[in-house]
């Protein structure tokens, strides 16, 4: 029996025929897509590998598994800061989506005017382009006791005044009243975006036919905003898992813990407890869960509105 | 054909290798990037720079980073081993972790050495291991080496108004017995408690727990933060001085505080020597210029007042390509002349000549007394990598404790159960 000899694989002539066998066009939206993988994989995936290896790892043993995930998630102080995370969700999401939404409806349907139009778009564009960090102190000077802003208007100056940050749910309130303030505009503009999509034939029908304010949204407005409002929701989940900078400036963490958030936990655990591995293995698990959470809520967006 | 194709490859291979290789030789380099804390602290040196620029030729490039940021620069950096920075800017407190790590260079070998003007507590808390108090023990057998040199020299002190009361508070228990008098609910605060969570609450406080006879740590990193002692300094703040202190102390920053002895709302309090411009000197912000004295911090039950460092040192990453560069500039920051411009461009030095110079000491009237802190010796914070865990473990339950949520045996008791299990885990 005779065996014939084993070639060698060659892996460059392979994609070099495959690269060929790609129509011009088709070979043209690689090379236009390329600078922009290039980017995302510098910017987002290099990272990630570098904290799944600094995870999996220790300073003075090297490969350790999956130890520092077991000593994160046996850490108590996580599920605290979880507790504190989801409440302060719990506070801000509602208010800013629904906020977002009936401001959107509201201008959209009583604002005709392109100026004023345009006039409400900068003003919500505002909060929003406004360094976190600049905000937190603004915040702090509306907070605090015996000369902040809130507390004088509300003529509560004396020993009994509210004490927004260091009374445990005043704090919690403050601090989520500022993510409230700054992302609401957000959500208005996104809605804002979605209803200028609401073809007006259809809501002139619905109306000549009498169907109420709210009927017009609820089976013509809102089946159009039905993608917007589960990738907003995305959106600001995301980013109350990474709230950090005002709260750190309002409250630092405080009361105790009240505030201390997933962000500001993991801020700890890295360079507080000078822990990286942990912090590591926490960012990878908030990330898996983002990214299982993501591909959740991805069902429920329709590839198109047929 | 082949030769000269594999030449046109490897030469500028070649090229490129040897730019990127090469090191510039000692003390030639044309620039040198320094990180920084954004604030104050920094001020003395960014008005340096021009100076520098013009004597040596040498350009500062200042990177400014706010205090948290800063530190999570510097520890990613020497994680990367990164050459960004010729010279860094530290707080006291973090020396121990980058002494630990390994991450900077020796200042000795590249001509620094101590000045018998400069206090020789300056020197010691550049110096790692710690040359007195307790050593952790993975780092007792490494020579001692100076890693970084003091260019603000802070040591927290104590203010009071002196207009209400000319005879400054010799003890703790006058510090009470005048808040008692001075306190106006709602109005005059007899003391001004900085209690926001973690770093401001223990830097307030860790005068008070020495001074009172307390501490952290004994010689041997056995946790005392639960002893008597101990306990009695922590129910001194959050129950004897909250009751004469200002309506909100937990949530009461360094710049609040401020706010409140400038607006006269405040009778006295700690300070550390970079607020006392804005607070209690400069006439445009504050309405009580001229009416503050100022002394170093009373003494306690212990029988001595222990002040607090907060020196910010320059020190020289390892990585660093301009090693010798670098440490000529620290050079040139410690002669006399130089820190004399410092110290007119509200930089805080640290020669005793400099503090006790008579013609800053008018435009600068706590010069005195810092000299005099520095002298005491004041204390440093526990020499240990792990100290800022330890710092947030305290700060966390002193504010749950200013807060309510939380009596002062329940943080003295909470707190060194906490800190025991992070230095048994550390090896301590």
């Known amino acids: ?306 | 054909m082949r030769l000269h194709r594999s030449l046109a490859v490897l030469v500028p291979i070649a090229i490129l290798a040897s730019a990127c290789s090469s090191t510039p030789s000692a003390g030639t380099a044309t620039k040198l990037t320094i990180a920084a804390v954004q604030g104050g602290e920094d001020a003395g040196l960014k008005a340096l720079a021009p100076m520098y620029k013009q004597q040596q030729g040498v350009t500062l490039e200042i990177v400014e980073a706010p205090y948290d940021a800063l530190y999570s620069k510097l520890v990613t950096a020497f994680q990367a081993k990164d050459a960004t920075y010729d010279l860094i800017m530290m707080d006291d407190p973090w020396m121990p972790k980058f002494g630990t790590d390994g991450s900077l260079s020796d200042l000795g070998p590249l001509g620094i050495t101590a000045d018998p003007d400069i206090a020789q507590v300056v020197w010691d808390v550049g110096t790692w291991p710690p040359p007195r108090g307790p050593v952790p023990p993975k780092e007792k057998a490494k020579p001692k080496q100076l890693l970084g040199v003091t260019i603000v020299g802070n040591v927290e002190m104590f203010m009071y108004r002196s207009d209400l009361t000319p005879t400054a508070p010799a003890s703790y228990e006058d510090v009470l017995t005048n808040a008692k008098a001075q306190n106006k609910a709602g109005s005059v605060a007899g003391y001004i408690i900085r209690g926001k969570a973690t770093n401001p609450v223990v830097a307030d406080f860790l005068p008070i727990l020495w001074s009172q006879g307390g501490d952290v740590f004994d010689e041997n990193w056995n946790v005392v933060l639960d002893n008597d002692a101990s306990k009695a300094a922590i129910k001194f703040l959050v129950e004897d001085l909250k009751a004469v202190a200002q309506t909100d102390p937990g949530s009461t920053d360094a710049s609040d505080r401020d706010k409140i002895m400038a607006n006269g709302q405040g009778y006295q309090s700690s300070v550390w020597p970079g607020e006392i411009g804005t607070a209690v000197l400069d006439p445009t912000v504050t309405k009580v210029a001229g009416k503050v004295g100022f002394i170093p911090i009373p003494k306690g039950k212990s029988g001595k007042g222990v002040g607090m460092m907060g020196n910010w040192l320059l020190g020289i990453p390892k990585a660093s390509k301009n090693q010798q560069a670098a440490a000529d500039f620290i050079k040139w920051m410690l002669q006399a002349d130089t820190q004399k411009t410092y110290a007119q461009n509200n930089g805080i030095p640290s020669r005793t000549s400099i503090l006790k110079d008579a013609e800053l000491g008018k435009t600068n009237v706590y010069f005195p007394v810092l000299a005099e802190a520095l002298q005491a010796p004041p204390n440093w914070r526990p020499r240990t990598d792990q100290w800022n865990a330890v710092e947030k473990i305290i700060g966390t339950h002193l504010n749950k404790a200013l807060t309510g949520g939380e009596t002062a045996d329940q943080a003295a008791t909470g707190a060194a159960a906490e800190i025991r299990t992070l230095m048994k885990a550390a090896g301590y």
């Open chain 1, 1 to 306: 029996m005779s065996v014939a000899p084993a070639r060698p694989i060659r892996i460059g002539g392979r994609v070099r025929a495959a690269w060929k066998a790609q129509s011009r066009q088709e070979r043209l939206v690689y090379q236009l897509l390329l600078p922009v993988f290039g980017t995302v994989f510098a910017l987002a995936t290099i990272p990630f590998v570098l904290a799944v290896i600094r995870a999996v790892t220790s300073d003075s043993r090297g490969f350790v598994g999956l130890e520092n995930f077991a000593q994160a998630l046996g850490n108590p102080l996580l599920y605290e800061s979880i507790k504190q995370t989801a409440i302060y969700a719990a506070i801000a999401l509602p208010i800013e989506i629904l906020g977002g939404l009936g401001i959107a409806l509201l201008v959209h349907r009583t604002v005709r005017s392109n100026v004023v139009r345009a006039a409400i778009y900068i003003a919500a564009m505002i909060p929003i382009v406004i360094p976190q960090i600049a905000v937190g102190v603004v915040f702090r000077l509306v907070y605090l006791p015996d000369y902040g802003i809130l507390n004088v208007l509300l003529g509560q100056t004396g020993p009994s005044q509210p004490l927004w940050l260091s009374s445990p749910p005043l704090a919690m309130i403050a601090t989520a009243s500022v993510d409230v303030w700054q992302w609401t505009p957000f959500v208005y503009l996104v809605m804002f975006a979605g209803l200028q999509t609401v073809p007006s034939e259809s809501v002139e029908a619905a109306q000549v036919d009498g169907a109420t304010s709210w009927t017009q949204f609820r089976h013509i407005e809102l089946p159009y905003l039905r993608p917007l409002l589960l990738l907003v929701l995305f959106f600001r989940i995301a980013d109350v898992i990474r709230v950090f900078d005002h709260v750190y400036i309002l409250t630092g963490g405080g009361p105790g813990t009240t505030t201390e958030f997933l962000s500001l936990y993991i801020y700890r655990i890295g360079f507080q407890f000078s822990d990286l591995p942990q912090a590591s293995a926490l960012a990878v698990i908030v990330m898996v869960a983002m990214t299982v959470f993501y591909t959740v809520v991805s069902r429920f967006l329709p590839a198109d509105r047929g």
